[in-house]
């Protein structure tokens, strides 16, 4: 496709979208964004249409009817949608208790795990050079050394996890 033939079908294009798109209830940038991207996507496969410009009016009428039927079909919010950030109190307590429980749990792992996990649960948020400093140990070992104590923290979890789950 030559740059000639997209400069000569984009007034066209900018017509018919214009004169479809109220009666869609679209933009008409929208239509032809669609109708570029289908005809993108003909090329690909079969080629350059033998009549650009009827296909162009055709895709474009074709457009407008998908965008039509979509809109009988798909119904607006009435209102915003019902997670809007804020947290309940009920939220609040749940997290604190798993806050809480979480923290018990990393001061039961074995060696170095708690202190590691604890810098890295830190509201501060070190970064692992800090860490580093702070423990004492190399950065390049934090990495491994983390895996190791979540696999740990794993292992400690997975009783108290799987009692709380329903059963039945």
Request: glycine share 8%; charged share 30%.
């Given at each position: 496709m030559t740059h000639d033939l997209l400069v000569a079908l984009r007034p066209l294009l900018a017509?018919?979208?214009?004169a479809e798109a109220h009666a869609s209830g679209t933009e008409p940038g929208d239509l032809e964004q669609a109708v570029w991207l289908r005809l993108l996507e003909l090329l690909e496969t079969e080629g350059l249409p033998h009549d650009p410009q009827s296909w162009l009016r055709g895709a474009v009428r074709g457009e407008a009817s998908r965008v039509r039927r979509t809109h009988g079909v798909e119904r607006p919010y009435d209102?915003?949608?019902a997670d809007?950030?804020?947290r309940g109190p009920e939220h609040l307590a749940l997290a604190s208790v798993h806050r809480r429980a979480?923290?018990?749990a990393v001061r039961r792992l074995p060696g170095r795990c708690p202190r590691l996990l604890e810098a890295l649960l830190s509201p501060r948020d070190l970064t692992y050079r800090e860490i580093a400093v702070e423990l004492g140990i190399p950065q390049g070992g934090i990495g491994p050394e983390r895996s190791r104590c979540l696999g740990c923290l794993r292992r400690l979890l997975a009783p108290e996890v799987a009692a709380r789950r329903a059963r039945g």
């Amino acid at each position: 496709m030559t740059h000639d033939l997209l400069v000569a079908l984009r007034p066209l294009l900018a017509a018919e979208a214009s004169a479809e798109a109220h009666a869609s209830g679209t933009e008409p940038g929208d239509l032809e964004q669609a109708v570029w991207l289908r005809l993108l996507e003909l090329l690909e496969t079969e080629g350059l249409p033998h009549d650009p410009q009827s296909w162009l009016r055709g895709a474009v009428r074709g457009e407008a009817s998908r965008v039509r039927r979509t809109h009988g079909v798909e119904r607006p919010y009435d209102l915003e949608p019902a997670d809007d950030g804020e947290r309940g109190p009920e939220h609040l307590a749940l997290a604190s208790v798993h806050r809480r429980a979480l923290r018990a749990a990393v001061r039961r792992l074995p060696g170095r795990c708690p202190r590691l996990l604890e810098a890295l649960l830190s509201p501060r948020d070190l970064t692992y050079r800090e860490i580093a400093v702070e423990l004492g140990i190399p950065q390049g070992g934090i990495g491994p050394e983390r895996s190791r104590c979540l696999g740990c923290l794993r292992r400690l979890l997975a009783p108290e996890v799987a009692a709380r789950r329903a059963r039945g």
